[in-house]
C-alpha cells in the first residue's frame, strides 16, 4: 500500500487549505482513513478519521473548520480545512489500516502564518 499526500502549502490566518491522500494497494471502501499532524517539537496527533460505515471523528481542536471525506472511486482520502490558524501549522500525515496492517503516507507540510 502507498499513500501519497499532496496540497499542503502556506496560507494566511482565515484562509482554506485541501489535502489529498491518494492511496493505491490493498485499500477499498472498507480501509479507515486518518489524517493526523505533527508540530515541530510535540507528538503526532489524530486531527480527523473516516471509518468504513462512513462515521468520522475530529480533534477538538479543527472541529467546525475541517472536514474529512473519501472518494472510493479514485481511492482518495481528502481534508477540507477552513478558519486556518497558525496554530494548524504542522506536517500533515494520512494514514490506512485496512484491518491487517497500517500505512502511513510521507506527509505534507502546511504553514499557516501572515
Known amino acids: 500500500v502507498q499513500l501519497q499526500a499532496s496540497g499542503g502549502g502556506l496560507v494566511q490566518p482565515g484562509g482554506s487549505l485541501r489535502l489529498s491522500c491518494a492511496a493505491s494497494g490493498r485499500i477499498n471502501s472498507n480501509t479507515h482513513m486518518r489524517w493526523y499532524r505533527q508540530a515541530p517539537g510535540k507528538q503526532r496527533e489524530l486531527v480527523a478519521g473516516?471509518?468504513?460505515?462512513?462515521?468520522?471523528n475530529y480533534a477538538d481542536s479543527v472541529k467546525g473548520r475541517f472536514t474529512i471525506s473519501r472518494d472510493n472511486a479514485k481511492n482518495t482520502v481528502y481534508l477540507q480545512m477552513t478558519s486556518l490558524k497558525p496554530e494548524d501549522t504542522a506536517v500533515y500525515y494520512c494514514?490506512?489500516?485496512?484491518?491487517?496492517?497500517?500505512?502511513w503516507g510521507q506527509g505534507t507540510q502546511v504553514t499557516v502564518s501572515s
Open positions: 494514514y490506512a489500516y485496512n484491518g491487517q496492517s497500517y500505512y
Open positions: 473516516m471509518a468504513s460505515g462512513g462515521s468520522t
